[in-house]
């Protein structure tokens, strides 16, 4: 996979990739720098059945866009149409 390009988001980050399937493919792991923010607050949410991740992004950011928000506070889960009722989300205070 290439580095991530001028206009992205990641590009100031440090990305690492590592194999997490049987078939080999990647999956990229995004570390972040807090060191200008500070402290993060969070709020913890549980997924209930028949929850979207952009459902939720509108409750919490009024935008369903945003919901990369959640998405990327929680890179323990890979596929957001199979979250299992009752896991902790970690909603960030943004």
């Given at each position: 996979?290439?580095?991530?390009?001028?206009?992205?988001?990641y590009y100031d980050?440090?990305?690492?990739?590592f194999t997490t399937k049987e078939d080999g493919e990647n999956a990229p792991v995004?570390?972040?720098?807090?060191?200008?923010?500070?402290k993060l607050n969070y709020t913890d949410y549980y997924w209930k059945?028949?929850?979207r991740v952009d459902n939720v992004a509108a409750t919490f950011f009024l935008f369903p866009?945003?919901?990369?928000?959640?998405?990327?506070?929680?890179?323990?889960i890979d596929d957001w149409f199979n979250v299992k009722p009752g896991t902790i989300i970690?909603?960030?205070r943004v």
């Open positions: 996979m290439a580095a991530p390009s001028n206009d992205s988001r980050s440090t990305i690492d990739y995004v570390f972040y720098e807090f060191s200008e923010l500070g059945d028949g929850d866009e945003r919901w990369w928000i959640i998405a990327e506070f929680n890179p323990n970690r909603i960030p």
